[in-house]
């Protein structure tokens, strides 16, 4: 069983958002600088917080949008959803002018010098957790979401499963959002599968001795478990009794379906490996390729592309002849964990 950690190390530092971190956080800090700034909002006391995959520490490259949860902590019932939407509109109007997009729930503000936007959404109080405007082509009004209970389930997540003692659930969301982007064509999206990964964690309580022994045990239970949350819906961990919503059809479960199946297949396969070489291949294969299009998966330098290992034999060219040299060292297969 060939399981390459130093490889999947750096898979996950191939994905990991760099400089699109720096931009974001630039951007979350700037527009809620505006709301906070605002007197209506003032009044209405305003606490904007960054929620979404960044804050998470779960998103991979390329981070193209953030989102800022303002809530409204001295809002009341008497608040409507319009009326919250029009003083957001106003504060962001004002600085922002031809940069913002009001949507049905929220405002998008482009920032084209970090080719990102910021999602702001307003919320008031429900209770131990929140409001945001009901979505589109349907009555306004307030519906109950939870995203800062998402945050806190996450770290919790990462500190109960660990490989080498650092957490490990993280890194696999990271890892499962790569295997969506290469596998499945749309829908559904990273957080439907990120909350799938959530639910493998907690219902299998997983415990392995590598990076690709985690990742292929978790594929393989959303593989399985796919096709019943296709039909049931996907239950919402921050909301008893509330499920996930998504943009997929019938046709976007059949099509993930499959090519999760067989993305659960590559890495079982994978992962029983016994040469290097050939795991490293099919594990390239399964994580594909980052948004500049470099693979995500390195291969080790004494692997060829087409999982074959290189010669330990090198050659020189002497005269018109062909001479054997010196024989190489052989790398090290990398199965030391």
Same mark, same amino acid.
């Given at each position: 069983m060939?399981?390459l950690? %130093?490889?999947f190390r750096d898979? @996950?530092s191939?994905i990991?958002?760099?400089e699109?971190?720096?931009?974001a956080?630039?951007a979350?800090?700037?527009?809620?600088?505006v +709301?906070?700034?605002?007197?209506?909002l003032? /009044?209405?006391g305003?606490?904007? #917080?960054?929620?979404?995959s960044?804050?998470?520490?779960?998103?991979?490259?390329?981070?193209? *949008?953030? *989102?800022?949860?303002g809530?409204? %902590?001295e809002?009341d019932?008497?608040?409507?959803?319009?009326?919250?939407m029009d003083?957001?509109?106003?504060a @962001?109007?004002?600085e922002?002018d031809?940069?913002?997009?009001r949507?049905?729930?929220?405002?998008?503000?482009?920032?084209?010098?970090?080719?990102?936007?910021v999602?702001a959404?307003?919320?008031? !109080?429900?209770g131990?957790?929140?409001?945001?405007?009901?979505?589109?082509?349907e009555r306004a009004?307030w519906?109950?979401?939870?995203?800062?209970?998402?945050n $806190? @389930?996450?770290?919790?997540?990462n500190? =109960?499963?660990?490989?080498n003692?650092?957490?490990?659930?993280?890194?696999m969301?990271? +890892?499962?959002?790569?295997v969506r982007?290469?596998?499945v064509?749309?829908q559904p999206?990273g957080?439907?599968?990120?909350?799938m %990964?959530?639910?493998?964690?907690q219902?299998t309580?997983?415990?392995?001795s590598?990076?690709?022994?985690?990742?292929?045990?978790? @594929?393989e239970?959303i593989?399985?478990?796919l !096709?019943d949350?296709?039909?049931d819906?996907l239950?919402?961990?921050? +909301? !008893?009794g509330k499920t #996930?919503?998504?943009?997929?059809?019938?046709?976007d479960f059949?099509?993930? #379906?499959?090519?999760?199946?067989?993305?659960?297949? +590559?890495?079982?396969a994978?992962?029983?490996?016994?040469?290097?070489c /050939?795991a490293?291949?099919?594990?390239?294969?399964?994580?594909g390729?980052t948004?500049?299009? $470099?693979?995500?998966?390195?291969?080790?330098?004494?692997?060829?592309?087409?999982?074959?290992s290189?010669?330990s034999?090198?050659t020189?060219v =002497?005269?018109?002849g062909?001479?054997a040299?010196?024989? %190489? =060292?052989p790398?090290?297969? *990398?199965?030391?964990?």
């Amino acid at each position: 069983m060939a399981t390459l950690p %130093t490889c999947f190390r750096d898979a @996950l530092s191939n994905i990991q958002p760099t400089e699109d971190e720096k931009h974001a956080a630039e951007a979350h800090a700037e527009v809620s600088k505006v +709301l906070t700034s605002y007197d209506k909002l003032k /009044r209405l006391g305003i606490k904007p #917080i960054l929620i979404g995959s960044y804050a998470r520490e779960a998103s991979i490259r390329r981070v193209k *949008d953030v *989102d800022v949860f303002g809530r409204l %902590t001295e809002a009341d019932d008497t608040l409507a959803p319009g009326k919250a939407m029009d003083m957001f509109g106003e504060a @962001l109007d004002e600085e922002y002018d031809d940069r913002v997009e009001r949507q049905y729930r929220s405002f998008k503000i482009d920032f084209p010098e970090f080719d990102l936007s910021v999602d702001a959404v307003p919320a008031r !109080p429900c209770g131990d957790h929140w409001e945001i405007p009901n979505r589109p082509n349907e009555r306004a009004r307030w519906v109950e979401t939870n995203p800062t209970k998402l945050n $806190e @389930l996450t770290t919790a997540a990462n500190k =109960v499963f660990t490989l080498n003692g650092s957490g490990i659930y993280v890194p696999m969301v990271k +890892l499962v959002r790569q295997v969506r982007r290469t596998w499945v064509a749309d829908q559904p999206g990273g957080f439907f599968f990120e909350i799938m %990964t959530y639910w493998a964690f907690q219902n299998t309580k997983p415990s392995q001795s590598s990076h690709a022994a985690y990742l292929t045990v978790i @594929l393989e239970v959303i593989a399985e478990t796919l !096709p019943d949350v296709a039909d049931d819906g996907l239950d919402d961990p921050t +909301l !008893p009794g509330k499920t #996930i919503s998504t943009k997929a059809t019938n046709a976007d479960f059949d099509a993930a #379906i499959k090519k999760i199946a067989e993305a659960a297949t +590559l890495a079982r396969a994978a992962l029983n490996e016994e040469d290097s070489c /050939r795991a490293a291949a099919q594990w390239r294969k399964l994580l594909g390729k980052t948004s500049e299009g $470099e693979y995500v998966f390195p291969l080790p330098t004494y692997c060829n592309a087409d999982g074959t290992s290189r010669a330990s034999v090198t050659t020189r060219v =002497v005269g018109a002849g062909t001479v054997a040299g010196a024989a %190489t =060292v052989p790398a090290g297969s *990398d199965r030391f964990a």
